[in-house]
């Protein structure tokens, strides 16, 4: 028995060391350890319907072939207006052979109004300066500054920075690599839109032998997710004349300097001039020295992040603080001196058993200092359900509001607002209990930020199975709206990070929602004449935002759901006839919204809510 036990541990030793199976069996062992058997199944959930095989992503549609190159080339040739485009280069001792590959992707780029400024930073490299000078000598839209001595990237970065002539700068480094249709699509962007100051694009990461992986397929502009992570990063692109206005890189932040430039020039824009071209147009060389594998590459860069955003928030007098948590940043907003009083409000029928646990909870573990509760009853007939009500109006910051007749969710929630004596609102399922102590600080912290609307919370099951982290618009069967990384075990930081930071979205569920009263009121609540089954919260969140209010959604707030209906699969009922009427109302009201999520991805799928690759992605063609 012990010889086939160790011929066993011999076995699974060969196969750890064997290159692309030990990789694999490696990533499963380290994805067990975090999230258990449950991890293992949802990303073997992403992976064996092969909707992720980005390889085969690539192949079918993001591959440059002569047919689109030839469109492409006519089209820049019809452009009336073809600004300069300055692609600057710090470079400090690269590898020759990805510092030649990074020069010859943008010499081989289509849209040709362009120049390569590079900086070399002192290189010790003979080989590399002689590399840098012989591409000076023979392409004239090439300029090189050999820097006498080593100031570090932001040094290097000005240095070429003062090389450029264009109107537009682009951020490269000086192993990465572009595609030949980059700043095509970046003259298109400037071109669509005349007010753009900053743009950026998707990416992905490449290795020594030119294999792409690790698409990020990004959002559109979203000032939240930005704070919480470089999502602008890749291919970056700035106004030449806002880089100088802010004055360039600044020394000291290096490692994220890109990030701190980028902070400094929003600062002075409106969201709608920062433009995403939803297009990979930037491959980050993956390498021991580089961030694109790891923060470990760079750990001066956590810190260099942390300073660029707290310094942020000194500037636009934000009382804030952002920390470091891995995988991103965590901004804590400061409540007021005198925090407002939360009204919690907490619909219910003849459900005492969760009601109790729910408010008990909330007693038990809430510390925020000045709430009140409003139990807002839908006429529950049963015995145990009158006595809890009973025994809560007897408690000193609780209220129960009687409802002889039933009343559909939404008038119960928008009456029992109207009594609410709270400047903020909670809206609470009593299904849901409390797991984090601070769930309503960080939750009101972010109500009370400027033009913030709702902020919906994650929620999850016994399980550790997420059943909510922020809604997508066009999610699901019926197109209408489905749940952020449903399903997926709690501990994972989702897609892009996206199941772990706070971000701004176009929808979260009311089950757990905060919002100021004022605009809980301005938008007139939550719809009482047409949606009777489903999607009132995605509605009311919309109507926030056509009000020009942001939706939030924070992880940081974390509750237990105890719904049913939370565990089940989607689509394995049929629906009602209600709720398809809700769908058919919802299309009428929100028509494109729904198909076009700004806080998702065109490169994103649709059918599933696990942000699996599109087939085909929705962007219009060349």
Known sequence: ?????RLFDFFLTVLW???GVGGRLQRAWRMFRKAGWRGIQWELGRRVTGFN??????????????????????????MTDMPLISVVMPSYNPNPVWLREAIESVREQIYPNWELCIADDASPSDEVRAILKSYADTDPRIKVVFRPKNGHISAASNSALELATGTWIALMD???????????????????????????????????????????FKCDWNTDLFR????????????????????????????????DLVIRCMERLAPG?????????????????????????????????????????????????A??????????????????????VIPTRNAAASLRRCVDAIVEKTTYPRYEIIVADNASDDAASRACLEAFAAMPNVRVLRHAQRQETSTLRNAAVGA???????????????????????????????????????LRDRRRILTHAGIILGLGAHGVAGVSHRGMPAGREGYGGRAALIQSLSAVSSACMVIRKDRYLQVGGFDEGHLKEAFADVDFCLRLGEAGLRTLWTPCAELLDHRPEARAMTGTQPPSALFLQDVAYMKRRWGALLENDPAYSPNLMLAREDFSYAWPPRLAPV
Not at 1 to 5: D, I, L, N, P, R
Not at 174 to 182: F, V
Not at 240 to 252: K, M, S, Y
């Open 1 to 5: 028995m012990k010889s086939v036990s």
């Open 17 to 19: 060391k064997t290159p």
């Open 53 to 78: 095989d980005y390889a085969r992503w690539v192949r079918d549609h993001d591959t440059l072939t002569p047919a689109v190159r030839d469109r492409i080339v006519q089209r820049v040739a019809s």
């Open 174 to 216: 000086h192993d990465d690599l572009l595609p030949a249709h980059a700043l095509f699509w970046v003259a298109d962007c400037i071109a669509r839109h005349p007010d753009a100051r900053l743009i950026y694009s998707d990416e992905d990461k490449i290795d020594e032998a030119l294999n792409r992986s690790g698409p990020y």
């Open 228 to 259: 919480s992570q470089n999502m602008f990063s890749h291919l970056g692109v700035l106004s030449a004349e806002l880089v100088r206005e802010v004055g360039g890189f600044r020394l000291g932040l290096e490692g994220s300097q890109d990030w």
């Open 273 to 321: 001039q920062v433009r995403h071209i939803p297009r990979v147009l930037y491959h980050w060389r993956v390498h021991a020295e580089s961030t694109a594998k790891s923060m470990d590459a760079k750990p001066y860069a956590v810190l260099a992040g942390e300073r660029s955003l707290n310094e942020h928030f000194e500037r636009t007098q934000t009382r804030a603080r």
């Open 323 to 344: 920390e470091h948590i891995g995988f991103g940043y965590r901004v804590r907003y400061a409540l007021p001196d005198a925090p407002p009083l939360v009204s919690l």
């Open 420 to 458: 609410a004596a709270g400047e903020v609102i909670a809206l609470l399922d009593d299904t849901l209990e409390v797991v984090t102590p601070e769930w309503l600080s960080d939750m009101v912290s972010l109500a009370l930020q400027p033009g913030v609307g709702a902020v919906g919370a994650r």
